[in-house]
Structure formats: structure tokens, C-alpha cells
């Protein structure tokens, strides 16, 4: 395959040499934009890299459009090609860039998977409370992360403080620093008033610590302890499909919108700098909704 070719020119090289250097790339994104350049050259035959015209650059993104190939495998192509052509003139190895105003492929947003309400039901129900402290501690994560949609990383790092147990509200540090505050609801302020009041104190077993949701070791738990903890009881639950450390957070924006929630009250719960971050799960409300037209409606 052309892509696999071992032939390299020495200004691909260059090239690949500088962004590995300036750039820090990893391994596998040298090779992608290496087997790129490759195949476009090979492609051009006698003409060669430095001597191609925007005319051939259009010629073999076509061809890519005509072979069915993703969006994103051209977007991706387009960059490789596009980052050795500012570099060649960077190093006065051209005068004029044929790539210039190429505009990349506009790339299809996707939609968040997320968990049903009666798999959210499942997953909750997965940590056993009365089994040891470690499940009620987890029983209690879970709840708050699905009640307020905030991060796993935001979720790890709450402290004792963080919470206003008179008025049921979360303060959370986000990205960049920012606060925001968070109602809790009923469900997940009785198992964390539950929590602090037995099994956190069993957990820290004399220790001191000021996280809300201290691990065996009395210290805040990492992001990934709790997210192997989440994938278990997901297994437990009978949840197959593939998980993110985003699915509640996800199951939380969606399920707000099916029942009818504001826009713009989700955004300032998730700490979306942007409405059009939030929207995305407008997209997969209006695709339930669809669904549901179809399987009911009797012309649907």
C-alpha cells in the first residue's frame, strides 16, 4: 500500500524531524502524517511534494472524497499535508503555499452516548451500602455525580466544605478554576448526609482528612481509582455497552432535557463556558424524540 511505503524524501523527513522536536507529537501522529505524505507523493509520481499545485491537492482530496473515506481521515490528511506546506515555505522551500484557502471537511459532531434512566437506576442500585464503607462511600459518588452532572476529576476533589447540607447545594471547582454552584436534590443529599454521618468515619477510621469522599487511605481518591470503581459496578449492574468517565455527566444533561429542563440552566449546572457546548444534547433529546414518533405514531 502506498501509505506503508518505507520511501520517504529527505523534505518529508525534515519536516517530521522539526514537528517531532517543536511540537512534542506522539509516535503515532508522526507515523499518521508520515504514511500521509508518503501516499501523496507516491500519488504525484515524477512531480513530487514541492512541486504539486493546489489543482493536484484538490485532485487527490477528491479521490479520497470518491473512495468513501471518513471525514475525519480526510480532515486529518488535509492537516499533514497542509503542516509540510506551511513548513516548506517557512524554509523558504517555497514561495507560494498550494494549499492555501483549502478549506478542512466540516465534521459531523457526535453525539454523547448515555446511559437510560433505567440502566442510571441499575448502576446506582450496583454499590451494596450495607457491605462495607468503601460501597457506601461509592453509592454516594454515584448519586451526587448523576444529580449535579459535574466531572469525575471535579467529583474527587470535593472537600468536606464543599457542601451546603441546609440548603442541599454543591460548590464545585472547575476548569480553570472557576466555581460554580450546584443543587443536589433530595436522593443525593440523603446518601451523602447518610455517608458523613457512618461510613465516612469508618473509612478514615480515626484518620483526618478533608475530602468529601476520602479513600481507604484517609487521601483523595484519583480519577481513575473511581472510574475502575464505576466500570465494576457497571459489569455488576448488567451494563455491557462502553462506558466514558463523562456517561453520567452525559445520562445528566440528557435526561434534564427530556424532562423539559432550560438550556441554558443545564450549561451553568455542566460549567460550560459556551451554550453551544450544551446543545450537543439538545441532538440527542431531539433523537429520542424522533425515535419515539417512529415506534408509536401510527404513520411514523
Not at 460549567?271 to 425515535?291: C, D, F, M, P
Amino acid at each position: 500500500m502506498a501509505g506503508k511505503s518505507t520511501v520517504v524524501s529527505h523534505d518529508v523527513q525534515n519536516f517530521l524531524d522539526t514537528i517531532w522536536y517543536e511540537r512534542n507529537l506522539s509516535q503515532n501522529t508522526i507515523t499518521a502524517y508520515r504514511n500521509d505524505l508518503v501516499a501523496f507523493d507516491e500519488w504525484l509520481g515524477s512531480k513530487k511534494l514541492l512541486h504539486c499545485s493546489r489543482q493536484d491537492i484538490l485532485a487527490y482530496l477528491a479521490e479520497h472524497a470518491l473512495d468513501a473515506k471518513a471525514a475525519s481521515s480526510r480532515a486529518r490528511l488535509l492537516s499533514s499535508m497542509r503542516g509540510f506546506f506551511n513548513f516548506a515555505v517557512d524554509r523558504n522551500l517555497l514561495t507560494q503555499n498550494p494549499i492555501a484557502n483549502i478549506d478542512s471537511p466540516k465534521l459531523a459532531k457526535r453525539l454523547p452516548d448515555y446511559l437510560s434512566e433505567a440502566e442510571v437506576d441499575a448502576l446506582l442500585n450496583a454499590p451494596n451500602p450495607d457491605a462495607n464503607p468503601v460501597e457506601f462511600r461509592d453509592r454516594a459518588m454515584l448519586e451526587v455525580l448523576y444529580a449535579t452532572g459535574i466531572r469525575v476529576s471535579e467529583l474527587v476533589q470535593l472537600k468536606f466544605e464543599s457542601i451546603n447540607f441546609n440548603q442541599g447545594m454543591l460548590r464545585v471547582v472547575g476548569k480553570g478554576n472557576k466555581e460554580r454552584v450546584v443543587p443536589l436534590g433530595d436522593e443525593a443529599l440523603s446518601w451523602v448526609t447518610k455517608f458523613h454521618g457512618s461510613a465516612r468515619g469508618e473509612l478514615l477510621s480515626n484518620r483526618v482528612s478533608d475530602a468529601m469522599f476520602p479513600s481507604k487511605r484517609g487521601t483523595t481518591m484519583t480519577r481513575q481509582t473511581f472510574w475502575y470503581a464505576v466500570k465494576r459496578y457497571a459489569r455488576r449492574a448488567g451494563i455491557e455497552r462502553k462506558l466514558s468517565p463523562h456517561t453520567l455527566r452525559h445520562a445528566f444533561a440528557t435526561h434534564l432535557l427530556n424532562h423539559g429542563a432550560d438550556l441554558r440552566a443545564v450549561q451553568m449546572m455542566l460549567g460550560h463556558a459556551s451554550l453551544s457546548t450544551t446543545q450537543i444534547y439538545t441532538q440527542v433529546a431531539n433523537e429520542r424524540i424522533k425515535a419515539l414518533h417512529s415506534m408509536h405514531h401510527p404513520r411514523g
